[in-house]
């Protein structure tokens, strides 16, 4: 199967330049893979409204900019593409899933998959309305409150009046078989559940196990240990939103709890480096300082953990 190689413009109208990065789907992933289409939390990099020097490096073309976290969910032998959280970016991840795929003639996913109701994770929906692509019965996968949440409330209702989009209900560890060879099962998360559940997604092939949780308020909070959890897949890309407390400035981090990255490098400590190899960060908010300095980047990287970058395939 021939892979395809795609340059990415991330569009940034504060930068003279368009900056660029190559992503290609190598010969290793199969015909099974996750591919990772944005790494930052709901407001991207830079975020909106931020003047300082973490935000000015990409604004003035000395850092690339992110995308909200987004994976695409490949099956080329079912011909199969689904999208894991619809972002604001929804048009350039959508695009780039397309080219990278070779489904330019796809005009939309065969699914999306949604983990909650805040802004950056479903706010895409809106391209599939009228005004936009005027999408036909795109399958959208959630959880009864989010369900609710779609259903009653506008604009959203608008796309399911219309047949834009068509929701599947999903249920708390009940497994959706999406092609022979892929299913997906949601887990539910603590998290501020303003309008609806938050669920993780346990991602399985008949080789490999990918757990995805961009966003829990903290691991102790959790009914399930997160080190046992990742010990039971093969790669997990874990929320990382802030690297440690005090980094927003002149506001409560108990206001927006997460786990902090040194957190869970310290919970992580006493397990094998093959454990630690498994984990991924991915979710990080504009503040957090692995967007843009090398020092807490290495502190992380040589402590055996990895770090998600737009265009990272993940083999199943």
Same mark, same amino acid.
């Given at each position: 199967?021939?892979?395809?190689?795609?340059?990415?413009?991330?569009?940034?109208?504060?930068?003279?330049?368009?900056?660029?990065?190559? &992503?290609?789907?190598? *010969?290793?992933?199969?015909?099974?893979?996750?591919?990772?289409?944005? %790494? $930052?939390?709901?407001?991207?990099?830079?975020? $909106?409204?931020?003047?300082?020097?973490?935000?000015?490096?990409?604004?003035?073309?000395?850092?690339?900019?992110?995308?909200?976290?987004?994976?695409?969910? &490949?099956?080329? =032998?079912?011909?199969?593409?689904?999208?894991?959280?619809? !972002?604001? #970016?929804? $048009?350039?991840?959508?695009?780039?899933?397309?080219?990278?795929?070779?489904?330019?003639?796809?005009?939309?996913?065969?699914?999306?998959?949604?983990?909650?109701?805040?802004?950056?994770?479903?706010?895409?929906?809106?391209?599939?309305?009228?005004?936009?692509?005027? $999408?036909?019965?795109?399958?959208?996968?959630?959880?009864?409150?989010?369900?609710?949440?779609?259903?009653?409330?506008?604009?959203?209702?608008?796309?399911?009046? +219309? =047949?834009?989009?068509? +929701?599947?209900?999903?249920?708390? #560890?009940?497994?959706?078989?999406?092609?022979? *060879? +892929?299913?997906?099962?949601?887990?539910?998360?603590?998290?501020? #559940?303003?309008?609806? @559940?938050? &669920?993780?997604?346990?991602? /399985?092939?008949?080789?490999?196990?990918?757990?995805? %949780?961009?966003?829990?308020?903290?691991? @102790?909070?959790?009914?399930?240990?997160? &080190?046992? /959890?990742?010990?039971?897949?093969?790669?997990?890309?874990?929320?990382? !939103?802030?690297?440690?407390?005090?980094?927003?400035?002149?506001?409560?981090?108990? *206001?927006?709890?997460?786990?902090?990255?040194?957190?869970?490098?310290?919970?992580?400590?006493?397990?094998?480096?093959?454990?630690?190899?498994?984990?991924?960060?991915?979710?990080?908010?504009?503040?957090?300082?692995?967007?843009?300095?090398?020092?807490?980047?290495? @502190?992380?990287?040589?402590?055996?953990?990895? +770090?998600?970058?737009?265009?990272?395939?993940?083999?199943?």
């Amino acid at each position: 199967m021939q892979k395809h190689v795609f340059l990415l413009f991330l569009f940034l109208t504060a930068c003279v330049g368009k900056p660029l990065r190559t &992503v290609q789907i190598p *010969d290793s992933a199969g015909e099974l893979y996750l591919v990772v289409l944005g %790494i $930052a939390q709901d407001g991207g990099y830079p975020h $909106a409204g931020c003047r300082r020097d973490c935000c000015r490096q990409a604004q003035n073309g000395h850092r690339l900019p992110h995308s909200p976290v987004c994976l695409g969910l &490949v099956d080329e =032998r079912a011909k199969k593409v689904f999208l894991l959280e619809a !972002t604001p #970016d929804f $048009a350039d991840q959508w695009f780039l899933l397309q080219e990278l795929t070779n489904n330019r003639d796809k005009r939309t996913p065969d699914g999306i998959f949604l983990t909650h109701a805040h802004v950056g994770h479903y706010a895409g929906l809106i391209q599939l309305g009228r005004e936009i692509m005027g $999408a036909q019965n795109v399958p959208v996968w959630a959880m009864p409150r989010m369900e609710k949440f779609l259903r009653e409330n506008g604009p959203w209702s608008q796309l399911v009046g +219309l =047949r834009n989009i068509d +929701l599947h209900p999903l249920r708390a #560890d009940s497994t959706a078989q999406l092609t022979p *060879d +892929l299913r997906i099962t949601p887990f539910t998360v603590p998290h501020r #559940d303003e309008f609806s @559940e938050t &669920v993780g997604y346990r991602i /399985e092939s008949l080789r490999k196990k990918v757990l995805f %949780i961009p966003d829990i308020d903290k691991w @102790e909070k959790w009914s399930r240990d997160i &080190v046992q /959890e990742v010990r039971s897949v093969d790669h997990a890309l874990l929320d990382a !939103t802030f690297f440690k407390d005090g980094e927003l400035v002149g506001r409560s981090m108990q *206001d927006v709890p997460h786990p902090f990255v040194a957190e869970t490098m310290q919970r992580f400590a006493q397990a094998p480096g093959v454990e630690k190899k498994k984990v991924t960060f991915i979710h990080l908010n504009h503040t957090n300082p692995l967007l843009w300095e090398n020092k807490s980047r290495n @502190e992380v990287l040589s402590a055996g953990f990895s +770090l998600a970058e737009e265009g990272m395939v993940i083999g199943l």
